[in-house]
């Protein structure tokens, strides 16, 4: 592995998670505006941006990593890791570093929601925060379901690409 496929793999692995937290923060604001919640337009707005960024740092990772990695042209040695077993890396460890530190707070919410269902509390319930809590897990949830298959598409587009460079 080059260390301008290292480059590619890690400005990737940046992407991901910044599209994760963008993709985090958009759900919820998203729900809340529909639901008419004032000040969630705001949150919104600052996760569309952050996938935003995200994703044009996957697309561009790259011309990046061209630039990142011009003065060095020596091999990276990982034993017998494919593109295909870093992609699967990424969006798995990705994926289980959200979904550990969201679990904590949707548990909460989750026991809250049950506990309170059909009790003079069911009232008190802020569903914009309790959806906040939870999305995040149902994220992450999906990503680490999903990281074999996306990595063996994003691998192979990875290597496609690499021809063409």
Same mark, same amino acid.
């Not at 063996?152 to 460079?165: G, V």
């Given at each position: 592995? &080059?260390? %301008?496929?290292?480059?590619?793999? !890690? ?10 937290? *963008?993709? $985090?923060?958009?759900?919820? *604001?998203?729900?809340? $505006?529909?639901?008419?919640?004032? *000040?969630?337009?705001?949150? &919104? ?32 040695? %990982?034993?017998? !890791? ?8 990424? %969006?798995? *460890? ?18 809250? !929601?049950?506990?309170?269902?059909? &009790? ?6 802020? %569903? ?19 990281? #074999? ?11 496609? #690409?690499?021809?063409?460079?």
């Amino acid at each position: 592995m &080059t260390v %301008f496929n290292l480059a590619i793999l !890690l400005l990737r692995l940046a992407a991901v998670n910044s599209f994760l937290i *963008g993709l $985090i923060k958009v759900g919820p *604001g998203l729900a809340a $505006i529909f639901a008419s919640v004032s *000040g969630a337009i705001i949150g &919104t707005v600052l996760g569309l941006i952050l996938l935003a960024l995200a994703v044009s740092l996957w697309v561009l990772a790259p011309r990046i990593a061209k630039r990142m990695s011009r003065e060095c042209d020596g091999h990276v040695t %990982f034993t017998s !890791l494919t593109m295909f077993d870093c992609y699967t890396l990424i %969006f798995f *460890g990705v994926g289980l570093v959200h979904f550990i530190d969201h679990l904590g707070s949707a548990l909460s919410w989750l026991y809250f !929601l049950f506990a309170s269902a059909g &009790t003079s509390r069911e009232h008190d319930i802020n %569903f914009y925060t309790a959806f906040e809590a939870i999305f995040p897990i149902l994220v992450s949830v999906l990503l680490l379901a999903r990281s #074999q298959r996306w990595a063996k598409k994003f691998s192979a587009a990875h290597i496609k #690409q690499e021809e063409h460079l």
